[in-house]
């Protein structure tokens, strides 16, 4: 009876599905016209669990880590590694980033690669007719101006996640929220 428990035991952890060790995610936050560090920016990385059915895939939050960028515009998000206890009916995916300050454009978008010294080339992008820059381990967000493209920068976040766990991302949106008149808060 205890070989058969050993077994079951050892099938059990062979078939649980390790997602690779990655991070640790670092970088710099500058103002892209000014080249200034920013301070307070909020890092969200997110992971979500996805499920294979018949129909497609589904997705679910799994995980989120976050930290806000210091006086010299630095951060870091320690490395992280999701488990996935059924890898024949899901996967795990992310870290998708979510970068985030009141008064400046906001990104949502896989950046591992700038963020975990894998050396890329310097890419600049337009969002909502601003630009963005990245290169390995520097984040250059432009400063927004006008009410209503605020408004549009405004980032959602996992819905199933209480404030106790991103307490900077929350706080950063309700400032932001007070900032452009808007009433209530997203989180208490």
């Given at each position: 009876?205890i070989?058969?428990t050993?077994?079951?035991?050892?099938?059990?952890?062979?078939?649980?599905?390790?997602a690779?060790?990655d991070?640790p995610?670092?970088?710099?936050?500058?103002?892209?016209?000014?080249?200034?560090?920013?301070?307070?920016?909020v890092?969200?990385a997110?992971w979500d669990?996805i499920?294979r059915?018949?129909f497609?895939?589904?997705?679910?939050?799994y995980?989120a880590?976050?930290t806000?960028?210091n006086?010299?515009g630095?951060?870091e998000?320690?490395?992280?590694?999701?488990?996935n206890?059924?890898?024949?009916i899901?996967?795990?995916?992310?870290?998708e980033?979510?970068?985030?300050?009141p008064?400046?454009?906001?990104?949502?978008?896989?950046?591992?690669?700038?963020l975990?010294s894998?050396t890329?080339?310097?890419q600049?992008?337009?969002?909502?007719?601003k630009?963005y820059?990245?290169?390995?381990?520097i984040?250059e967000?432009p400063?927004?101006?006008y009410?209503?493209?605020?408004l549009r920068?405004i980032p959602?976040g996992?819905?199933?996640?209480?404030?106790?766990?991103?307490?900077f991302?929350?706080?950063?949106i309700?400032?932001e929220?007070?900032?452009?008149?808007?009433?209530g808060s997203v989180?208490k």
């Open positions: 009876m070989i058969k050993f077994i079951v035991v050892i099938i059990f952890i062979m078939s649980c599905g390790f690779f060790a991070g995610w670092k970088g710099k936050i500058l103002d892209v016209e000014t080249k200034e560090p920013l301070e307070g920016v890092v969200l997110v669990r499920y059915t018949p497609g895939t589904s997705s679910y939050f995980e880590k976050e806000a960028s006086k010299e630095e951060f998000i320690p490395s992280y590694t999701p488990i206890m059924l890898p024949i899901s996967y795990m995916q992310g870290p980033f979510t970068i985030f300050k008064g400046y454009g906001s990104l949502r978008m896989s950046l591992g690669d700038y975990n894998n890329k080339k310097p600049e992008m337009e969002l909502l007719g630009k820059r990245f290169e390995s381990g984040i967000l400063r927004l101006i009410k209503e493209e605020r920068n959602g996992p819905t199933d996640v209480g404030d106790d766990k991103l307490p991302f929350y706080k950063s309700n400032e929220r007070i900032n452009l008149g808007i009433r989180k």
